[in-house]
């Protein structure tokens, strides 16, 4: 029989490298202690890589092999919201620099969150989360609730054919499938462009 270690680690596998997680995420594998303490031997025998308290990382390697690459920050953001039981999303300016609407890059990552302000300092690089308003974190997939960011972001007037074809291009069809269906989370004008970010989606549930 396989320890919790081990299923553990092939779950972490699983996910691919890149993925931040916590204990948390595999309560439904053993005990809190049991996840703890498999998380912090596999850390320790460099399975996978410790970034603070209660949060890890199974690292991508540099094409050489030998250097890690760091840990993404969304994936790291996502995790801190995780430990909390909160919601965290990326702020407009970020999502929009995401989707390639803007070149411009926050000095701090700024995340919104249903959860409390803080400031949180992970591997040497600093993370705002903002307590924001419910109607700023509807409840949508992590993508959808990027695009909407973004777009309320860059203003109802800069929504134009080229930022349609620029989102169109950066999400898969399965996103847009997705952005479509969370549109009723959103004020009428995002929804209306979602459905021209979508629109093979929507023609294919409308022929259905």
């Not at 303490?37 to 399975?47: M, N, V």
């Amino acid at each position: 029989m396989s320890t919790v270690q081990d299923q553990i680690l092939a779950r972490i596998r699983g996910w691919g490298r890149g993925r931040v997680f916590i204990p948390k995420d595999f309560l439904d594998l053993g005990s809190r202690d049991a996840a703890d303490q498999a998380l912090s031997r596999l850390a320790r025998l460099g399975a996978i890589q410790r970034l603070g308290r209660g949060l890890y990382l199974y690292p991508r390697k540099e094409r050489s092999a030998v250097v890690v690459a760091p840990a993404d920050q969304d994936e790291i953001a996502a995790a801190l919201g995780r430990q909390t039981g909160s919601q965290v999303i990326p702020s407009g300016a970020m999502a929009a620099n995401r989707l390639g609407l803007t070149r411009q890059i926050p000095a701090v990552p700024l995340y919104l969150t249903d959860g409390r302000t803080r400031r949180v300092t992970i591997g040497g690089m600093v993370f705002q989360l903002r307590h924001a308003a419910p109607k700023d974190l509807p409840a949508a997939s992590r993508t959808s609730s990027m695009v909407f960011q973004a777009l309320r972001y860059i203003g109802r007037e800069s929504v134009d054919e080229r930022v349609i074809a620029r989102i169109r291009r950066v999400i898969t069809s399965e996103q847009r499938a997705e952005l479509l269906r969370d549109a009723s989370y959103t004020t009428d004008w995002i929804s209306a462009a979602v459905r021209q970010i979508a629109r093979d989606e929507a023609d294919a549930v409308m022929h259905a």
